[in-house]
Structure formats: C-alpha cells, structure tokens
C-alpha cells in the first residue's frame, strides 16, 4: 500500500499557484525530513550546551563572546527555546496535515470489496483453478485461521486478514499527535515542586523550583508521620519510606507508606519520595536547664547570648563536635564542643556553665509534588504507537477471491507487501483446494 | 573468582572462537562450517543465558537479588547476549557468515571491554532505590533488544560499501535485512523509550526531563524514523539509507557509551 501512495504523480508545481505549493510542501514527508533533522540536531545542541545553570558558572566555561551567543540563540534552554518550540509546532502542523490528507485516502480505499469478474482474476499474480461442484463455503472452510468475509454473494466470496494494518502508520502519526498533545497540557497546567518534611509535621505549601523559587498552595496538608532509611550491609542506601497523611479540610482522607518508585495520588496530585535531609540537633545543658539547638538557632538569656554556628560530623577525629559562638564583653568569640571528649564536652563561660548532652540527627523526607493532567493522554499515546508499529510491521493486509466459474472455481489472492510469506500461505491453500474430492 | 564470572569468561572465550570458525570459513569456504557457527552460536547463546542467569541467583545468595540489568558491566553482558539472541532470531534471515562474523566480533568486543575495563565495575552491587523498579527491567530489556537489531543494521550499512563475492551479501540481500532489523528494533528502542519515561514518571515525577541520556535516545529514534521514513516513504536506497544506518548506529553508540563517559545525568550508572 505504501509503495502504491507514494508512486501517485506528482502536480508539476509550475502549474500550481503559490499557496498550492506552500501547502504541498508543507504537507510533504520532505519537509518531515527536514524538521525532524532540525529538532535532532537541536537536541544535541542541548546536551553540548550546559543548561539552565547561572551566569558566572557560564562565564566559567566559555568566553564572553561565546556566552552572548549562547544567551541571543538561547542555547541556555535550548528546549524552552522560542525556535525549538518553533520547530515542534511546525512538525505539529506538517504531521496533522500529512495524516489528515492521507486519512482520506485510506477511507476512500476502504470502499472498494467487489468481486474482480473472472478476468481479472486469472490476471492476478496469484490464482488457480479448482474444477467440480461445490459450494464456496469449501473454499473459506480451507483457509488459514483469521480471514474474514467482506463480500459474499452467488457468485463467489471476497475474504481478508490483517485489514487492520492499513491503518499502522495513522495510529502511528495519530498516536505522536496524542504525545505532543499531553505534553503540550501538563506545560500549561501542570506543575512540580517540593516540600520537606520532619516527622510530625504538616504542610499546606509547596515550593515550585526554578529561578526565583515561590510557594503556592497544596489545596490541602501532607503530614510526615514516619520517616525511615534503610541501608545494606554494605552502606548503600535500600530503601526511603515516608508514611504521608493527607489532610484536607481537617480530616484525614488518606494514608500511605510512600517509597522511591511508589508515590501517592491524591485529587490528581503525586507525591513522590524524592530525597532527604540530616538536620542536626544538639541538647545543650545550660545552667541546669536543658535547651535544644539546631543549627543557626541562638539562645538568649539573662543577658547571656550564645549562637550554634557550625556542626562537625568529625572534628579532628574526636568525633561530632559543634562550634558554639558568644559575645564576651563586646567581643565575639568562638569555642567547639565535643560530645565524645569528656574535658570538651563542658566549659564555663561568663560563669556559665554549658553541657553538650547530646547531638541528634534529625531525618527530614524530601517530597517531589507534580500534578500533570496531561500524563494519561502521554500514555494512552504511548500505547497507541505501540499498536501502531505492531499492527504496521508485524501485520499485513491480503485478500482471497474465490468466484464460481463455469467449471468451477477461481481462486485468486494479492497482499500489499510480504508477498513472499503470502505466497507460502497462497500455496498450501492451493494444495489443499487441489485435495477436495469434488 | 565467582562462578558466574568462569562461565562468562567461557562464553567471551567462546565468541573468540566463533569469531576465528568465520575467518576460517572466508578463507576455506568450506560450507560445514556454515553449520558449525549456527550450532556454535546456539551452544554460546545457551551458556550466555546460563551466565546471566546465575550471576542472578548469586545476587539472592548475597541477599541483594535483582535481575542482572542494573549495572555498566551487567549491561554490557546483556548487550553481547541480545545480539546473539537477534543473530538467532533473524537466522532465516541471516544466512551470510560476514553478518554472522561482525556480529561475533562485536559480541566479543563487548564481552572483553566489560572483563578487562578498569572503569567497569564487576561485582554485584545492590539496587539503590530507585533502580528498585520493574519498569526499569522492561526499559533495559527492550532498549538492548533494539540496540542489539542496530546493531545488524549497521554491520548492513557497513558491509554495502565493500564488495567481495561470496562473502559480503548481494547488494539486495543487505539492503532487505538492514531495514528488516531496523523494524525489529525500531518498535523495541520505541517501548524502550516509553517505559523508561513511565520509569520516570513513578521515581521522580516527571516522564521526560530533557536528561542527556532521554535526549540521545530521543535523536536515535529520530534517526530511524528518518530511515523508515526514507525507505518507506522516498523509496531512498543503497548508500543513502547505508549512510543512514551508520549515523543511527553511531547515535546508539554515544546514548549508550558516550553520554556516560562524556556528560553527565540521572542515567549514568556511577551514581
Ligand atoms: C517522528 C515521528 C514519526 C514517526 C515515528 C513516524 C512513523 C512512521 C512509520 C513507522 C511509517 C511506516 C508506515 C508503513 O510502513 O507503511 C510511516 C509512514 C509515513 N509517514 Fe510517518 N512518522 C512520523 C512523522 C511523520 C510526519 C511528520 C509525516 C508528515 C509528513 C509523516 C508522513 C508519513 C507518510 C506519508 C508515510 C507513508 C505512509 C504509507 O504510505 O503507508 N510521518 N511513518
């Protein structure tokens, strides 16, 4: 079927008019060629370029000449680039364009189920004779499993198998359409951020990533009621687990053991585990009261102000230690705690005495959160290429005239390609045909 | 030294051999040896699969089991099995021992580069979260199955540009089995694509990123769909659609090695 398409003639463009040929030529798998060369070669461009990083780290890499080349061609984002998105939409437009024209064309073939009269029959490449009476029921009772009838009649039957596969390459186009299609509403409506989360707390607001990161509202409140690693023996991470409630209007509507590969849904929203954090804490005794810190925190009292500036997980191989800042008589000053060094662990500032009791480890769990309604027209696109290209190379569509004659029967069949298999099939039905005792 | 690490030595030992039978049989001709490569490709072929298949028990036995897939090494194993399982596939296809041959040889070039590459880990490792995925193993399967179809097509392309009778196919025997294995690989490289985006989709939220790696396998494809397009559609043949087979090849080769070793990104293995 294809080779027959593509062999119609062409309309000498001289004799069209401008926009007749503009239109042609942008109808044309030529333009296809030329598009799809530019988007490849757009995309390489994509991952030579660094993307998406800031100025200085650009200047680092390239010279500043270089670099406003990079910007005016936006070769910083080449895939939210005006002429890249230029190029899709022009693909876009040429594959409606190209499917459409040939849609028509594939319905109009469609019609066609007659019975060629005796003729045209015998004219076919591939045709016998088969002499004596009998019914054409004989013949179809022969052939090979999944023929259908398209035409039966007095004089004779028409069967077919594979009809399907004259539409392969629509699906395939129409399927690209669905996946731009998807692509095209999860850009407009979609978003992704993050949240973090300590065990035990809740929160209604996300932040988006990106230049300048914002908050937007979730719609309703995730709360982290556990979080928990778990390693290998040999240290490498084995699993993240989050237990998430999802609380919306002040009920709890949902809860579930959210893991790498495993998100939770809710109102179209996912939620994804995505990373996590260490915050350190640190239980501080101070004059016999006990104060726990983390880091940046300050503690004021009494007149007395100290700061946690900085945390160690290993100071000089003593183990954790954290640096302690204090103002003494106007001056700034500093001072580390060591949790494992019995004569670091408590000192006597201004007359204070402070007591590093502990140092914590806080897990926090990192949530990606991505509402993307265009997801499930992607996938219904993914599986309707994939149909498409089974039913298109792995399926091919062939006919059987059986027409009574004045003796007998005629026998005749045509396939649109993999003629050669057909032949083998059109062979053993011969043979069989030729076993009927009439 | 691990059991599973004896057979595959066996098998890149074996490939060798194959490898050697061809050379042999181009300067010979002696046609029993056409029969002694097919036997010998199914005998390394089985070995291969028992290989893979108890470097996979071995993982249970260390208590970090998954399918072998999940590595560089482990899938440089796969890829030199996948070819061979697509030389075997396409036997009816393939009776010219110069496809047979190449494809030998770069089975064997897999096979050696993952035994004696020092930037090749070969132990097993555990599976990092979010390796953690069946989805993962449906991605790799299908991509090297089309990887490993490409790799028929470009030993065509290649062969179109030399001319040694009785040894490099007819011009139209190459012509009808380089875009035969573009068909078979075509499909597969596509659903390869798909579920590693809904791969992604479930371990990071997002299905397409424009990550080095989706974007490389995204030019492959492109590739290919000009081939078919070409062939199909433009009737294009000979050295115009060889050419256009290397350059898929080539484009497989950098998705597959080069983006790895060159630029960075959520796929490269080391992290
Ligand atoms: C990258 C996206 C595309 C893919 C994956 C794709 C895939 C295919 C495939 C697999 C075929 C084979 C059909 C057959 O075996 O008969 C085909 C045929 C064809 N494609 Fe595309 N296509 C794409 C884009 C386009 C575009 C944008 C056009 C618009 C000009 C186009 C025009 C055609 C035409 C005219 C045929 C011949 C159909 C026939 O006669 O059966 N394709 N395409």
Redesign the pocket.
């Known amino acids: ?2 080779a027959t ?2 062999k119609r003639p062409e309309v000498n463009p001289a004799k069209r008019g401008i926009l007749a040929s503009i239109q042609a030529f942008l ?3 030529t ?2 060629i030329m598009l ?1 060369s530019c988007i490849a070669i757009g995309s390489v461009l994509g991952t030579i370029v660094k993307q998406g990083a800031d100025v200085e780290e650009y200047l680092s890499l390239y010279p500043e000449g270089t670099y406003r080349i990079i910007r005016l061609l936006g070769l910083d984002d080449v895939y939210h680039s005006p002429w890249f998105l230029a190029l899709l939409i022009l ?1 876009a437009i ?2 409606v364009a ?1 499917t459409l024209k ?1 849609f028509f064309s594939v319905l109009k073939g469609r019609g066609r189920t007659e019975l060629p009269d005796e003729r045209a029959l015998s004219a076919m490449t591939m045709s016998f004779r088969v002499e004596g009476s009998m019914s054409h029921e004989t013949i179809t009772g022969i052939l090979p499993r999944g023929y259908t009838h398209v035409y039966r009649g007095e004089d004779g039957v028409v069967c077919e198998k594979g009809n399907l596969s004259r539409y ?2 629509l699906m ?2 129409a399927s ?1 359409m669905l996946i731009l299609a998807g692509g095209f509403i999860g850009l407009i409506t979609g978003y992704k951020g993050s949240m973090v989360l300590g065990q035990g707390e809740t929160k209604n607001l996300i932040t988006i990533s990106g230049g300048n990161p914002k908050e937007r509202p979730l719609g309703f409140a995730l709360k982290c009621k556990d979080f928990r690693i778990s390693f290998y023996p040999g240290g490498a991470p084995k699993d993240y687990v989050s237990t998430i409630e999802v609380i919306d209007r002040g009920a709890t509507v949902l809860e579930k053991q959210i893991r790498v590969n495993d998100p939770l849904c809710y109102k179209g929203i996912n939620v994804y585990q995505a990373s996590y954090q260490k915050v350190p804490s640190f239980s501080f005794n101070i004059d016999g009261e006990n104060v726990t810190l983390r880091e940046k925190d300050t503690y004021n009292k009494d007149g007395f102000m100290m700061m946690v500036v900085r945390f160690e997980t290993s100071v000089h191989d003593f183990g954790p230690g954290v640096m302690v800042a204090y103002l003494d008589q106007g001056e700034p000053k500093t001072t580390w705690f060591l949790r494992n060094v019995e004569r670091l662990r408590q000192k006597t500032i201004r007359g204070i005495t402070l007591r590093l009791d502990d140092i914590k480890e806080d897990l926090y769990t990192g949530l990606e959160i991505s509402r993307d309604p265009g997801v499930w027209i992607v996938w219904a696109g993914f599986a309707l290429m994939l149909l498409g ?1 089974f039913v ?2 792995f399926m091919y569509h062939r006919r059987i005239y059986a027409r009574k004659t004045s003796k007998g029967f005629i026998v005749a069949g045509v396939a649109t390609r993999n003629k050669e298999a057909f032949g083998e099939e059109f062979e053993r039905l011969k043979e069989k045909a030729y076993g009927i005792p009439s | 030294m691990a059991f599973h690490h004896k057979i595959l030595g066996i098998v890149t030992l074996l490939y060798l051999i194959l490898f050697l039978i061809h050379v042999i049989y181009v300067a010979a001709r002696k046609e029993r040896l056409v029969a002694l490569i097919w036997i010998g490709l199914y005998v390394t072929l089985g070995l291969h699969t028992l290989g893979l298949a108890m470097r996979w028990a071995e993982s249970y036995r260390l208590d970090i089991g998954h399918v072998p897939l999940s590595n560089f090494y482990e899938s440089l194993i796969f890829y030199a099995w996948c070819v061979n399982l697509i030389v075997v596939l396409m036997k009816k296809r393939l009776a010219y021992p110069a496809i047979t041959g190449l494809a030998c040889l770069i089975a064997l070039f897999l096979m050696g580069y993952a035994s004696i590459s020092p930037a090749v880990d070969r132990n097993i490792q555990p599976l990092v979260p979010a390796l953690q995925s069946n989805w993962l193993h449906i991605h790799v399967l299908t991509c090297f199955i089309a990887y490993a179809a490409f790799v028929v097509s470009f030993v065509c392309g290649v062969l179109h540009f030399f001319e040694w009778k009785g040894v490099v196919p007819p011009e139209k025997a190459i012509e009808e089995i380089n875009y035969k294995s573009v068909v078979v690989g075509f499909p597969m490289l596509t659903a390869g694509i798909f579920t590693g985006a809904v791969w992604a989709h479930y371990a990071w939220g997002a299905y397409w990123s424009w990550d080095p790696k989706e974007t490389w396998s995204l030019i492959t494809w ?1 590739v290919y ?1 000009l081939f ?2 070409a062939r ?2 433009k009737g294009w043949k000979g050295t115009r659609m060889a050419i256009l087979s290397i350059i898929g090849f080539s484009s497989v080769i950098f998705t597959y090695f080069g983006v790895n070793f060159i630029l960075s990104g959520l796929h490269s293995y080391a992290t």
């Open positions: 079927m294809s398409k593509s109808t044309s798998v333009f296809t799809l693909f040429n594959l190209c040939r392969g390459a395939i186009h690209i290209l298109n190379f | 492109i769909a078919l397009h199909i559609v």
